[in-house]
Each structure stands twice: as structure tokens, then as C-alpha cells.
């Protein structure tokens, strides 16, 4: 696995130029973010229009950057700024992390 399970996944605050490579993208987080870009943890970056994501991590030998661009639709944005591996899978497959999907259930005894 590329990634490990317990990584930190970090989602930029805001819109970031998809021009900025790797170089561009480890300098942001130095500067913006409490942690190190070499800290194994996960980036996570939108352009502004929301169709276009960045990801960037580092293994022990060097940095990875995954880009995906949507043909239609666009990302939506989690209200979160720190998210696991599962919710990044599931912004990434386009699933609205802020819509309630199950109604909380009342019980009064069990049996």
C-alpha cells in the first residue's frame, strides 16, 4: 500500500493553482500548515472550480502527486479540514460528506 491506513489527511483551506508541481505544492504546506510535508501525512488540493484535485504524500523515498480532473460535475468540498483515508475515497468518488443519509433511531426498551 502506498499509503498508510493511519496517515492524516489534510484538505486545503483554500483554492490552489493545479500549475504548482510537487516543489510548489511541499513549499504550500510548509508555509500554510503546523506539519511537515515530509511527514508521511496526506495533501489534499482543489482548484477553484472543483474539478480538478492534487493529492501529495511522501513515502520513505520520495514525494507521490496523483492528480484527477472530472469530465462533468465538481468535487464537494468537506466541511472538515483534517479527514481519514475512507472520507477522502468518498469525496473522491463525488459523495457529499455534509448530507445526513441515515435518521437517528429512538429506542425505549430493548426485546
Known amino acids: 500500500m502506498l499509503i498508510g491506513a493511519g496517515a492524516p489527511v489534510y484538505v486545503a483551506a483554500e483554492a490552489i ?10 513549499a504550500w504546506v510548509e508555509a500554510s500548515l ?3 510535508p515530509l511527514s508521511g501525512a496526506l495533501f489534499v ?3 477553484r472550480g472543483r474539478d480538478k484535485v492534487k493529492l501529495l504524500w ?22 472538515a479540514r483534517q479527514l481519514t483515508l475512507t472520507d477522502l475515497t468518498l469525496v473522491l468518488e463525488g459523495i457529499d460528506l455534509t448530507v445526513r443519509r441515515f435518521k437517528a433511531v429512538a429506542c425505549q426498551r430493548v426485546g
Open 58 to 79: 511522501w513515502d520513505r523515498h520520495g514525494f507521490w502527486l496523483a492528480y484527477k480532473r472530472l469530465e462533468r460535475g465538481r468535487f464537494r468540498l468537506p466541511a
Open 45 to 47: 488540493f482543489f482548484n
Open 34 to 36: 503546523p506539519v511537515s
Open 17 to 26: 493553482d493545479m500549475r504548482k508541481s510537487i516543489d510548489g505544492l511541499a
